[in-house]
């Protein structure tokens, strides 16, 4: 167990639909990424924030938005649902971002999102 | 822009032997750490191994070790005595961990699937 914790696990949804998806990072850490994993392929790098602050971009959609709130938790929003949305997001969180830092990422167990 | 590239999509070894996954990184940065997760069928990510940059001994984790070139920016995999569990996706990734604008930034290869076969 990482200690991050991402619901739901599972979502059918239809095209043209929004959903959100939920991130509680470990205890302590500032730092929560966002990533997706299309079918059998690799972690495209969504967005990161950092103690609540936008960090850095990736290649995320206009139609995706995230946001970090005061009690670290994030949500990663995605409206106007393709076909091509389906996928496994991946939400990970870090303590800082440098400094005294092992720089590992702590991964939930994703959320798999099915557009139909 | 840092960068990471793991030129073998897919490979295969067989039990109880070795295989070495490749990967390089491109990164303008002093200050970063170099990683290897393992994707098992699960999908669940979980770190193998973790490199300091500043570190030039290589990491080792039981059977698993690396062969960082720091100046060849290679970062290589070596998984001994493979086992069937070892069956995955595996993932090379940077994070900068300089104090500067990039500080915190992650960057994730393409993976190699690797297939342990008995």
């Known amino acids: 167990d990482s200690g991050v914790t991402q619901t739901p696990k599972h979502l059918i949804t239809a095209t043209g639909q929004r959903v959100t998806l939920r991130c509680s990072p470990r205890s302590g850490d500032l730092s929560v990424y966002w990533y997706q994993q299309s079918l059998d392929q690799g972690l495209q790098f969504l967005i990161q924030y950092y103690n609540g602050e936008e960090r850095a971009k990736g290649n995320i959609l206009e139609r995706f938005s995230a946001q970090q709130f005061p009690d670290l938790h994030s949500e990663l929003n995605l409206s106007s649902l393709e076909l091509g949305d389906s996928a496994l997001y991946f939400c990970?969180?870090?303590?800082?971002?440098?400094?005294?830092?092992?720089?590992?990422?702590?991964f939930g167990e994703g959320s798999r999102l099915t557009v139909l | 822009a840092q960068t990471v590239t793991q030129s073998q999509p897919e490979m295969s070894v067989q039990e109880a032997e070795t295989v070495t996954l490749s990967c390089t990184y491109d990164t303008s940065e002093n200050n970063y750490y170099l990683f290897w997760y393992k994707q098992p069928p699960s999908r669940q990510m979980i770190l193998v191994i973790r490199?300091?940059?500043?570190?030039?001994q290589n990491a080792t984790e039981n059977r698993f070790s690396v062969n960082f070139q720091k100046a060849a920016k290679s970062f290589s995999l070596k998984i001994s005595d493979s086992q069937l569990g070892d069956t995955a996706m595996y993932f090379c990734?940077?994070?900068?961990?300089?104090?500067?604008?990039?500080?915190?930034?992650?960057?994730f290869g393409d993976g190699t699937t690797l297939t342990v076969k008995p």
């Open positions: 990970a969180s870090s303590p800082r971002l440098a400094g005294e830092n092992t720089g590992e990422l702590f």
């Open positions: 490199q300091e940059a500043y570190k030039q």
């Open positions: 990734a940077f994070m900068n961990l300089s104090f500067n604008t990039n500080a915190g930034k992650s960057t």
